[in-house]
């Protein structure tokens, strides 16, 4: 997976498994580099990898199946930590929650809700700041899919009073604030976390194409709707964490394991690796981006950033990044999302049509590297991760698209 970002726009390379590369990443860029964004005492750390034995605590693997090798060490990794939990309560090491991937297209983890808990399958998704399930009484076909709370069965339910609606990039939903304990591990529980029980859900959130009950927003309480206190900070304020930051690990379907997120903690073993870089507003997860480039051509494909990169010399860094172009990280997107500008320009670059998006597949052996600058750090992404090829229709596409 690659966290790519174009314009004002939030992109999360999962649709294809990209990988983040660092600043001196050669030509073939990093498979194995992980990224640490840090807002107002909050960190986020992202790290990818190849090989499952880079993941954190806990084994995951493919929900198509497991090797012999494989299940024997999940049998003993489960019998360790549950003697762990026998012996001692979990503390912050322990925040960790599996996640499924999905054709590489999304992951999905597991909350419990309630008392008694109700479980539900969530996104954890970087670019949005609520939380959201079926409700029981929802009669769309989205909620009659899948798993439905049912207020009247916790006994810790408290129901708010307040409606509300979100509108995403796709899809839409609309139903009631309640309160209620949220837990995403056993370390990680949420008291009188303000969450959304819908009552109306349109037709994006159907099965087979979403296999998800809900969403998990990441971002901030300044981005949520309905004025909700959103879960990260409803984590610090309650001192959940052993440390205010949370960690994210993708894996591509053709490996063995799919992913995970740690909160107040992550892989340490990364330590030296780690690419650091600033991120502003309180909102979601934005950095600054000043530039894109195709291969080692020095031509800046991201509109608008010359005329900002021009006046440095002029500005403050604190200036600068006020008048920078920006990008969102979001974990909860499949594609490279940016203004039809830049993307036109990309697009136009390589060959590919610009309002198809297609390039004949017999010309992506030929691409080179696109190179991304946020926070002043140089990521890249290979023709093979920003090129989709379909091997059922021979059709090769971009996959980015613009948003106004």
Known sequence: MKLILVGLAAISQIAIGAVIGIDDAPSGMGQDDPTIFEQEGVKMHMSFAEDSKSAFRVPLFLRDGQDPESKRKERL??????????EKPPSSSDSAATLTNVRDYYYY?????????????????????????????????????????????SQTFADTGNKIQIQYGTGFIAGDVGQD?????????????????????????ELPRSQFDGLFGLGFTGGSEGGVKAPVDTMVDQNILKEPLFGVKLFRSSEKSNGEITFGSYDKSYANKLSWVDVYGNYFWATTMEGIYYGDEPTNYLYGADKINSLSGSLTPQEKARASRKALLDTGSSL??????????????????????????????????????LGGKSFYMNPNEYIYHDEASGVCEVQWMPVS
């Open 77 to 86: 990794e489960r019998t360790r930590r549950m003697k762990s939990f026998a």
């Open 109 to 153: 983890g597991y909350i419990d809700i309630g008392n008694p808990p109700q479980k539900f399958s969530v996104v954890f998704d970087t670019g949005s700041s609520n939380i959201w399930v079926p409700g029981a009484a929802c009669p769309s076909s989205a909620c009659v899919e899948h798993r439905r709370f049912n207020t009247t069965s």
């Open 181 to 205: 304990t949220v837990k995403v591990s056993s370390a990680v529980m949420l008291r009188n976390q303000s969450f959304a029980v819908t009552n109306l859900e349109d037709r994006t959130f």
């Open 336 to 373: 490279l999302y940016g203004d039809a500008f830049t993307l036109a320009a990309m697009s136009k670059r390589i060959g590919a049509d610009v309002m198809s998006g297609e390039i004949p597949c017999s010309a992506v052996p030929n691409l080179k590297p696109f190179r991304f600058v």
